[in-house]
């Protein structure tokens, strides 16, 4: 007795996958779902780099904080999105950058701040007489230079975030010319 095969959906006629792909796309969280469906197979990949796919995909409850880094990279989908003039990548973008300019300068305040905070301290601890202020100076300036270190990550993310503003900048600047 034969097996009867199941059907499965990339037999489906191309012109109804698309339509599929459009409705992943439309959705509120369409980009993050659009994002994940290119790992399915070639024919999902091939599907959702369709422009009118990528100019459909839905930005609205994207958290890029909340989402693997490759989203927003140059070749993620926020940028693979752009040059379709998707309004709703465009408005993430901005959003984001508004963001990241205010973080931008708090980080860069607060470097500052623990920067000089550390000096103080470390001039404390050539002056200090006994051992316990020594001590208690060096544990200090640990925190510190933690603090430090931890504001240096942030501002590492932030300069990833800004070279994706400039491959951005790039393409727009690409569609304007033509």
Avoid at 153 to 178: N, W
Wanted: charged share 25%; proline share 2%.
């Amino acid at each position: 007795m034969k097996r009867k095969r199941q059907s499965k959906i990339t037999d489906l006629n191309f012109d109804v996958l698309k339509h599929v792909m459009y409705h992943v796309a439309v959705s509120p969280d369409g980009a993050g779902n659009l994002a994940r469906t290119l790992s399915v197979c070639r024919l999902f990949k091939e599907l959702a780099d369709d422009s009118d796919i990528l100019k459909a995909a839905a930005f609205d409850q994207v958290n890029l904080s909340g989402i693997h880094e490759s989203f927003w990279r140059p070749a993620g989908m926020l940028c693979r999105c752009l040059p379709t003039g998707n309004p709703t990548a465009f408005n993430t973008i901005r959003k984001n950058a508004e963001i990241l300019n205010v973080s931008y300068e708090i980080l860069k305040r607060d470097m500052f701040r623990g920067k000089m905070i550390l000096l103080v301290r470390s001039t404390a601890l050539e002056i200090a007489n006994t051992r316990a202020r020594k001590k208690a100076f060096a544990a200090a300036i640990d925190d510190c230079s933690s603090t430090c270190d931890a504001v240096d990550a942030q501002i590492e993310t932030i300069e990833q975030f800004l070279e994706m503003l400039k491959a951005v900048l790039k393409v727009m600047r690409s569609q304007i010319a033509q």
